[in-house]
């Protein structure tokens, strides 16, 4: 069974901070690992995948297969960063595991 | 509007009513969508269709019933829901089978049942 873990419900950060977002999955086979946002009151959107190895917004991602980690990282945090984050895990049977999310509080 | 339209964006409804929510998206994907969004769990997958076929079904009460009768158009249609059901409704697309390409979703339905 595939599965992913957030384990913080709330992170709060000060301005030009940097961040983490946890996320820690399991699955047997080959995973695609991806980060969603949803900022206030607009859709859920993919922010990135780790398959492209980009950096989106300043943010960055990188599969540890050995840990089972995909941790989302910002090296100075914005106060326009404050949304909500999911991690997701995608197989190709099509259905995405999604986490539970980590709500993302930049303060001035 | 590109991407993954829905409708209505805000639904209120009582107990007893029938309505249903529309999902419609042209980006060329084959599998739709419904997931569930509240307070309580973030995140809940309601149903997988693929090509038009349901491939699963998260355990859902019968008072939603969803329908997909071709790959860009997704329905969820509800009656005699409870006020628990109050949430957003979202749908989403992707292309099945190629999971690293991730979902495309919709900007949800608000559901409040009174």
């Known amino acids: 069974a595939q599965r992913v873990t957030q384990p913080e419900k709330l992170l709060s950060v000060f301005k030009g901070a940097p961040v983490e977002l946890k996320c820690n999955y399991s699955y047997s086979g080959s995973p695609e690992l991806f980060w969603y946002v949803q900022y206030s009151r607009q859709r859920l959107q993919l922010l990135l995948r780790h398959i492209s190895r980009e950096s989106i917004k300043g943010f960055t991602a990188d599969l540890n297969k050995g840990e089972t980690s995909f941790h989302l990282k910002k090296p100075f945090a914005q106060e326009e960063d404050s949304a909500m984050y999911y991690c997701?895990?995608?197989?190709?049977?099509?259905?995405?595991?999604f986490g539970d999310g980590t709500t993302l509080t930049v303060k001035p | 509007e590109t991407g993954v339209t829905q409708t209505p964006r805000h639904l209120v409804m009582g107990m007893t009513n029938k309505k249903s929510l529309k999902c419609e998206q042209h980006l060329g994907h084959n599998a739709m969508y419904w997931y569930k969004q509240s307070a309580k769990k973030p995140l809940e997958l309601m149903f997988v269709?693929?090509?038009?076929?349901?491939?699963e079904n998260n355990s859902v009460p019968s008072r939603f019933s969803p329908e997909c009768p071709n790959s860009s158009h997704l329905f969820l249609h509800l009656h005699t829901l409870q006020p628990e059901d109050s949430a957003l409704y979202l749908c989403?697309?992707?292309?099945f089978g190629q999971g690293k390409n991730g979902y495309t979703f919709g900007s949800g339905t608000r559901l409040t049942v009174v």
């Open positions: 989403a697309s992707s292309l």
């Open positions: 269709y693929n090509f038009k076929e349901q491939t």
């Open positions: 997701a895990l995608g197989t190709n049977a099509g259905k995405s595991t």
